[in-house]
């Protein structure tokens, strides 16, 4: 499996541009999943229905299950943080890409999400682990570098990124052990 997160503050950018690459990845026959790290509450369920009763009630886990999806919700007993590999460690093993937000200091390699707009510092002077820079506004970066500047408007762009780079990209768990 191949992983990539990808890093940036928020309205840099992120979920846009992951939610473009999923079926940019998935044309190719790949096989796409999200690790997604929440910084509040995260709700899945609403009041009222089944899996929200059971959790309500007390259950540590719920699984629920369709013909189109299986979801599976643990609630922790204290405040409990799981790191990135615990969550990719999860995962079914037949995944290809694993696109993972919102662990921006992770020790995964990650593309750089960055917007001038948004008035926040850039990452990638002082993160080893940035690859490659997807920017609307390669121009106004703070620091010239050699790694690789993405057009962040141009989804295609990015994943012939990932694609011809998928051998760094290869997910090794007992690096992360």
């Keep these: 499996m191949k992983v990539v997160a990808f ?3 928020s309205g840099a950018g992120k979920t846009t541009l992951i939610e473009q690459l999923i079926p940019l990845l998935r044309a190719q026959g790949l096989r ?6 929440a910084h509040h509450g995260l709700e899945l369920d609403q009041p009222g229905k089944d899996t929200w009763r059971h959790r309500e009630a007390g259950a540590y886990e719920v699984v629920a299950a369709s013909p189109e999806r299986l979801v599976l919700m643990r609630e922790f ?11 990719i ?6 995944v290809d890409w694993v696109l993972v937000e919102g662990f921006r200091d992770c020790n995964l390699i990650k593309i750089e999400v960055w917007r001038a707009s948004t008035g926040c510092a850039a ?21 010239t570098t050699l790694r690789p500047v993405l057009n962040l408007n141009h989804a295609p762009a990015v994943a012939a990124w990932l694609l011809d780079n998928e051998d760094r990209l290869e997910y090794v768990p007992e690096a992360f052990l």
């Design 123 to 143: 990452r990638y002077p002082d993160d080893a682990f940035v690859a490659a820079i997807a920017t609307d506004s390669p121009g106004q970066m703070p620091e």
């Design 77 to 87: 007993e204290r405040p409990t943080e799981l790191s990135v590999h615990d969550l």
């Design 32 to 37: 796409v999943s999200v690790v997604k790290h």
């Design 7 to 9: 890093a940036g503050f």
């Design 89 to 94: 460690r999860a995962l079914h093993p037949g």
